[in-house]
């Protein structure tokens, strides 16, 4: 089963408000972005934000861990209501970006430094 545009969008404004949050489909799956940091996946219509500490806490008795897809590292499984909690959900999506590193960039390929 694959992700439906409507539920990514639904998402997206779930989270609107705790930074510049958007979304890029990757292999049938969508990765969630927010200040530029993957926070999460989308798969088969379900929510997986990357696992922190603070995030953990921040779940507490509503923690599932599962899997996006079958080689996928582990990451916090949201339920359906809780995606409904706007404030609850834009409260764990800001806590696990700023407890994530911020990327590293791109190196450029030789590649291209040669066409220079």
Known sequence: MSTNQSTID?????????????ARKMFGK???YCNNKVVALVCNEQLFVKITDVGKEYVGKKYQEGKAY??????ILIEEELIEDREWLQGLIRKTADALPIPKPKKKSIKKLNKK
């Open 10 to 22: 639904y998402i997206l404004d779930q989270i609107q408000g705790v930074g510049e949050v958007r």
């Open 30 to 32: 969508y990765v969630i």
């Open 70 to 75: 079958p080689s996928a590292k582990p990451s």
